[in-house]
C-alpha cells in the first residue's frame, strides 16, 4: 500500500517558513502502530493523518473527514497548525471544492472554512483556572528562572500550563528568553501539564503596535521542545486573553525562528511537496 504524504508550512506564504506538518492520505485502514511509526520518521511537530470515514468517500467530493495527529512520540487530541495542513492539502491539492471541511477528531469535530484565497479554523475554546504556585514552582524555575510571573493559569482541558509574566518586561525579553525545554520533564512533578505556554501582554505602541500578545510553547512531553505556532496553545491563549483585554479580535506575535506574525483570522500555506510512503 502507497499512502501520499505531503509537507505544508502552515501560517505562512513562504517556502521554510511558518509550522510545518506532514500530511498523510489514507484511502484505506492503518494498522496502529504505523500511524506513530510513519510519525517518526517524517520526524516533524505533528503529522496528521486523513481518513475516510464511509466506503463511498471521496478526498476531491466528500465534506467530512476523521483526522489525527500524531508527534514523533505520541498522539495528540488537538494540532491546529496540522488541521490547517490537512485543510490545505484537501483544497489545493485534491481540489476539493466544499466551502467547509469538517474533521471528526479527539476533539470533537472541527471546521475548516474557504474564505477568498485563504482557509479559516474553528477551534474551540478551553477556559484556564488560577493555579497554585507552589505545586509547579520547579516547572515555572526552570522555565523561567527568577524572572516575575503575573499570573499562572491551567486548562485541563489541555494538560496546558499558561504563565504571563509581568507586563514590566518588554517583548524582548520573551523573544530572547533562552530555555531548555528538556528539563521541564523532571522539573514537573504533578503529572497533570503536558504543554507550557509562555506569554506577555501586547505593546501598544511603537514598532509592533497592534499586537496584543506575545507568546511561546513548549511541550517536550509530546517530544516537541518548542513548537512554532501552534492552534492548541491558541485556543488556550484566545481564551485568557480575550477575557483579560475584553476583546473578541487579537492578534499574536510568536516567537520562534523562521516565523512572521499571524493572525487568528486568516491562515495562509504554502505546500512544499509530494512523497510516496510504501508499506508493500
Not at 484556564?128 to 485541563?156: F, H, N
Request: charged share 20%; with cysteine.
Amino acid at each position: 500500500m502507497q499512502i501520499p504524504v505531503f509537507t505544508v508550512d502552515a501560517f505562512t506564504n513562504r517556502p521554510f517558513f511558518g509550522n510545518p506538518a506532514a500530511v498523510c492520505l489514507l484511502e484505506n485502514d492503518l494498522d496502529e502502530d504505523l500511524h506513530q511509526k510513519i510519525a517518526m520518521e517524517m520526524n516533524l511537530s505533528e503529522t496528521a493523518f486523513i481518513r475516510k470515514l464511509h466506503p463511498g468517500d471521496d478526498f476531491t467530493k466528500s465534506s467530512c473527514f476523521g483526522l489525527r495527529w500524531f508527534t514523533p512520540a505520541n498522539e495528540v487530541p488537538l494540532c491546529g497548525h496540522a488541521t490547517l495542513a490537512a485543510a490545505a492539502v484537501l483544497v489545493h491539492i485534491q481540489k476539493n471544492k466544499n466551502s467547509v471541511l469538517t474533521f471528526v477528531t479527539l476533539s470533537g469535530e472541527l471546521r475548516a472554512r474557504q474564505v477568498e484565497d485563504h482557509i479559516v479554523l474553528d477551534l474551540p475554546l478551553y477556559l484556564t483556572y488560577p493555579q497554585v504556585l507552589q505545586e509547579v514552582e520547579e516547572l515555572i524555575k526552570a522555565a523561567v528562572g527568577d524572572m516575575i510571573v503575573q499570573d499562572l493559569r491551567y486548562s485541563p482541558d489541555t494538560k496546558k500550563l499558561l504563565v504571563r509574566l509581568s507586563d514590566a518586561y518588554e517583548r524582548s525579553v520573551l523573544e530572547e528568553l533562552q530555555v531548555s525545554a528538556q528539563r521541564f520533564l523532571s522539573a514537573e512533578k504533578t503529572g497533570k501539564v503536558k504543554g507550557l505556554i509562555l506569554t506577555l501582554k501586547g505593546n501598544s505602541s511603537g514598532k509592533c503596535k497592534g499586537h496584543d500578545f506575545y507568546s511561546r510553547y513548549f511541550a517536550p512531553w509530546y517530544g516537541v521542545l518548542e513548537d512554532p505556532v501552534t492552534g492548541s496553545a491558541h485556543a488556550v491563549l484566545s481564551s485568557y486573553w480575550s477575557e483579560q483585554l475584553g476583546k473578541k479580535e487579537m492578534l499574536d506575535q510568536i516567537f520562534k525562528q523562521h516565523l512572521a506574525p499571524s493572525t487568528a483570522k486568516n491562515f495562509p500555506v504554502f505546500l512544499q511537496g509530494e512523497m510516496l510512503y510504501d508499506l508493500c
